[in-house]
């Protein structure tokens, strides 16, 4: 009795102390059931329950408008660039191409075909350069006057070519000779001088190739009349006489590279122009100011959800010594969010970019386009995670994750057979058929069948100059077609639908249950509101209670 007496106080404080971590055990396990319910929950169920207003939710709906408002201004903007650059290459093909008909004949504009029509484009040209100022309709110039006309011809060093008796004897080295006029120089007598040299005797059987090169400065007037301050564009215009092939058949390429500069001086009178580019830099202001909300808001979002997969990682092995599974930590990673975030980033780069380029300190039309119209094509994906709080959207959301993994594994598999027929196609086919005579071409035509389209045209185009090739093409085509259309596609869709029918069978049954849905899966809201709260219309449609529990929606 005195030993029991001894040791009873003891035993009670260890009891005490078991009871007291117990307790707090439990409130600690209540309190992060309730914090992880209200994670899972959409902006409509956290306002009932404490009045939480979805500003994450109103801020992107503000920012679609924002953003696609700000791409079609400057889409538009932006196409009054594109329409100038090809309108001026029409022209300068007009201009200084002899015998241009207004089409190009393949990836050349023309071609020729005699020794006279070679001297005749290449002077035509120099004479067109020469009256630039009096023929263009165009607000066309030459760059200074330290520039001009270059003229650089390639060849063999030497060589004689006998056809008849089939001897050749050539150098394959190459030599390039140049000759330079200045603007200035075109109408004295030390141009008719360069015009009467040697340089200009071709000898057409060791000759490469004539490569003709100037720049010119253009204005673009036309943005005036759409209320923007005009751009200076710098032109570097080459004219290739390609006779690589010596075939008796020189190709004529012209190539028109154009840039984008700050015009140096100007001044446009007109308050309404200024006006206008001040109303769109301030709305790009607000863009900027939207994103950057955003912005924040995704980031701390992303910070808390880590700081609750902590709590939870560390409870769940302090309560049942075993570790969550790596399914269930990515339960608390919104990829949506993230997507969010890198379309802020790029609309906030975009906006400052799109501001220089307005404000004419910048010309970098094709970064900021790229950027912008990522940028959009995300935030308006980013609309998918809001239509998935609704059963009837989310079974499209649900079926697309299921089946990404198998539709990745299966695309590499049939990517293989794919590349195989576009090296075949091309080795074999492509000297009979212009569809097969590049890699890129190959894959596009391919493609272009499985989809169906041009299917008679790739057919019918191949040259029956070879019997074996042409029987080649008909084993190729068809069981081209046969395999990716009628088993490869199939099996794709496939794929797909049993994802979906795996889908709605959960949908019917439950869905798998894991660590984190078996932890919430018996806790009930304690003190969350469930009276019916007035709510704007885009928060007012609740969710059946028996959608609740099938899946996080994340």
Known sequence: MEISLKYLPGGRAAASGNMMAQSDLDLKETALKEDLKFYFMNPCEKYRARHQIPWKLALQILKILMVTTQLIFFGLSNQLVVSFKEENTIAFKHLFLKGYSGVDEDDYSCSIYTQQDAYDSIFYVINQYKQLKNISLGTLGYEHEASGLKICKQQYKKGTMLPANDTMSIDVSTETECIFFKPQELA???????????????????????????????????????????????????????????????????????DIQECKDWHIFGSVLQKNTQYILVFDGFVILSCVASLILCTRSIVLALRLQKRFVNFFLEKYKRHVCHA??????????????????????????????????????????????????????????????????NVLILTMQASLPKVLRFCCCAGMIYLGYTFCGWIVLGPYHEKFEDLNTV????????????????????????????????????????????????????????????????????????????????????????????????????????DDNLILIN
Not at 353 to 362: D, G, Q
């Open 328 to 393: 269930d930590r990515l339960e608390f990673i919104n990829g949506w969010y993230v997507l969010v975030i890198i379309s802020d980033v790029m609309t906030i780069i975009g906006s400052i970019l799109k501001m220089e380029i307005k404000a004419k300190n910048l010309t970098s039309y094709d970064v900021c386009s790229i950027l912008l119209g990522t940028s959009t094509l995300f935030v308006w994906v980013g609309v998918i995670r809001y239509l998935g709080y609704f059963q009837t959207y």
């Open 188 to 258: 004295g007598k030390k141009a008719e001088l360069k015009l009467n040299s040697s340089f200009f005797n071709l000898e057409f059987y060791r000759l490469i190739q004539v490569e003709i090169s100037f720049k010119l400065k253009g204005i673009a007037l036309q943005t005036i009349h759409a209320r923007e301050l005009p751009d200076c564009y710098a032109f570097q215009n080459t004219i290739t006489f390609n006779n690589r092939a010596h075939s008796g058949k020189i190709k004529i390429y012209f190539d028109s590279d154009t």
């Open 443 to 546: 894959a596009e035509c391919l493609f272009s069948l499985v989809n169906g389209d041009d299917m008679f045209a790739t057919f019918a185009q191949i040259q029956q100059k070879s019997t074996l090739v042409w029987v080649f093409s008909r084993l190729y085509l068809y069981s081209f077609i046969s395999l990716f259309i009628y088993m490869i596609l199939s099996l794709f869709i496939a794929l797909i639908t049993d994802s979906y029918d795996t889908i709605k069978k959960y949908q019917q049954s439950g869905f798998p249950v894991t660590d984190l849905h078996e932890f919430l899966k018996d806790h009930a809201s304690v003190g969350y509101r469930k009276e019916q709260t007035s709510m704007p219309l885009i928060c007012c449609c609740r969710r059946q209670e028996s």
